[in-house]
């Protein structure tokens, strides 16, 4: 296996051994299957990968060095060129999980402590509940389009001057107006109000000027 692919496979084995609840049944299965310890060379760089403690991956080089980029920990070979990347943070199912590196003075060696965390929240739900956010997500949707039609032909309308104007005010406009028409058609139809499906709610986070959602 290269130290490309292997790079990816112990990072998902070890958030596997991190998420101690049980909810990541991929993961779980991975870190069942995938290799505790491999060994290898890639491009003249002898690498070798092990699960220390249950939250910790450590790792080894010869012939190499890890260096810390940005977003990742990089494998470079002695004359500069990147053999592999591992990423500091990837999302398994319904969790974050991130390692924090520890890379040693001549750079030959790493180990990287493993945690994970939930991107979202179970809720529970009625019948009626999820028909009135499926109408207005469906209305919200509509309304935008026919909000941003609108505003534009009021736009060219006015050869152009009042567009600024108008297809920011067209694009809200019709998507509060669609998210409304939605949501009253959907609580018009005739459904239970007692809660009866659990569904997973993702969560929206930012990290430097780049916000990511789950």
Sequence with gaps: MSMKKYAVTALLAIAALAITDGTASAATDLADTAPHVAQGTDQGVGFTFQGGKRTTL????????????QDAVEIVAGDGTVVATLPLAVSVEDQIVTLAPHISADGTTMIADVAAQDVGYWRKTSPRQRSIEAGAGIGAAFGTIAGLFIGMALGVATAGLLLPITLPVGLIAGMIGGLALGAAAGASIPNSDIPDQWQYELECRGSGNYRFCW
């Design 58 to 69: 450590d790792a080894t080089l010869t012939g190499g060095s890890f260096r810390q980029a």
